[in-house]
């Protein structure tokens, strides 16, 4: 499908085995640390943004900087601060960026520099690339990173910056040769809930169920495992203004349904209800019926109960060669209310690339990047804003693309 990266985390780590939770834990005295004594009393407004660079030979280079506001124009990373191959989040005011199997704070002061703060390791465990894990904030004090391909959920303190324990996972067995990861990580109630996607890229054999980890948020108790075998997995989640919790079953953009033989199931959407932790046995959304396509890339919220994808046109056949599926010319945005179950034409995002699948919220505008260049080394992103009748443009990115767009305070 032109016009869509299909972004895969692959098996970024180092599987060295899982080491009991040990001395390797480290704090503001970590090497490179200052002790935890960066300050944090500045009160004007920032703006993070993150940008990354992919270069020949599967380099990445991340670039930081902070804004007052979300910026205008055309923005490069010249003034950005570089990393390697990083993610980086934003919670209580402070940037955390995690690197080679380290995990490091930085505040930012009124000059709108990142000052260092403290680090420590998780490397021990084998995790030691970026991509590889999903890390949610569920307070000041507690925060969960989840890497299911070591079979475990880092527990750590973003305050004292110190591992507090391992949670071993009981993971659902899968076939030799599936790769797994998480989406993206939700906070709900006392839970925290990971869309879990499985599936084996030589074969295009998925598991055949959308997949959850849930984890009590304020426990050290293993997470249990649901698992509905309506729609295939893979894409990330979202929640609505009441707390409920849709998960996309997009079949990883539909590729494992075209390809891998599947004679059961769809690609859809399902429903955790507010307060529960079952799958509504009364919602499905399926895609084919609204989108025209079972094929679907991630869906992008908009505002309130809309949201863009980029559906496969059903005139337009889909190629007998799987590796074909990616670079063909088929796909076409439309703008879904999924409370009604329809969807029209977006024309605004038609051609462009789109990068990734991620939703960034700033203030309550939606942002997204575009590309007439497609994901790769010299290419170029546009971060648009998202409204109901169309795009606005916002600011550029020469030589790159957007990581992390958030409000620092």
């Not at 999903?134 to 004090?141: D, E, H, L, Y």
């Amino acid at each position: 499908m032109r016009n869509t990266f299909f972004f895969r985390t692959t098996a970024l780590l180092a599987f060295s085995g899982i080491a009991a939770l040990s001395s390797a834990c480290s704090s503001g005295d970590s090497p490179g640390s200052n002790g935890g004594g960066e300050p944090d009393s500045a009160t004007n407004p920032a703006v993070l943004v993150a940008g990354q660079v992919y270069n020949p030979g599967d380099e990445y280079l991340t670039y930081v900087r902070v804004f007052p506001e979300v910026p205008q124009g055309d923005v490069d990373f010249g003034d950005f601060r570089e990393f390697g191959n990083a993610i980086v989040t934003v919670h209580g005011g402070r940037v955390f960026v995690e690197q080679d199997g380290v995990m490091q704070r930085f505040s930012v002061n009124e000059n709108l520099e990142l000052v260092d703060g403290p680090r420590f390791t998780w490397a021990d465990l084998g995790i030691s690339g970026a991509n590889a894990t999903s890390t949610v904030f569920i307070s000041a004090t507690r925060a969960y990173t989840f890497a299911p391909q070591l079979g475990v959920i880092v527990v750590w303190d973003p305050e004292a910056m110190v591992r507090t324990a391992i949670i071993d996972l009981d993971f659902p067995e899968r076939p030799e040769g599936m790769e797994t990861w998480a989406y993206d990580g939700h906070v709900i109630g006392d839970n925290v809930i990971w869309n879990v996607f499985s599936g084996n890229f030589e074969t295009a054999v998925p598991h055949p169920a959308l997949t959850l980890a849930i984890a009590p948020a304020h426990s050290d108790a293993p997470p249990t495992f649901v698992e509905d075998s309506r729609c295939l997995p893979g894409g990330p989640s979202f929640l609505d203004e009441n707390g409920d919790y849709y998960v996309h079953g997009g079949g990883y953009y539909g590729y494992f349904y075209a390809y891998g033989g599947i004679q059961d199931g769809r690609t859809c959407a399902l429903r955790v209800k507010a307060g529960t932790t079952e799958f509504d046995p009364d919602y499905l959304l399926d895609y084919e019926a609204v989108t025209g396509s079972y094929v679907n890339t991630p869906w992008i919220g908009v505002t309130g109960g809309q949201y863009v994808t980029r559906a496969w046109d059903p005139s337009v056949p889909i190629p007998e060669l799987a590796d074909d599926f990616w670079a063909a010319e088929a796909d076409r945005a439309v703008l879904i209310d999924h409370g009604a179950g329809k969807a029209v034409p977006y024309p605004a995002m038609d051609g462009f690339f789109s990068i990734d699948g991620e939703t960034r919220i700033v203030d309550g505008v939606s942002y997204f990047q575009l590309s007439e260049t497609g994901y790769n080394a010299g290419g170029n992103a546009d971060v648009v804003e998202l409204h109901p009748d169309g795009i606005r443009e916002k600011f550029s990115l020469s030589g790159g693309f957007l990581l992390t767009l958030a409000r620092v305070r």
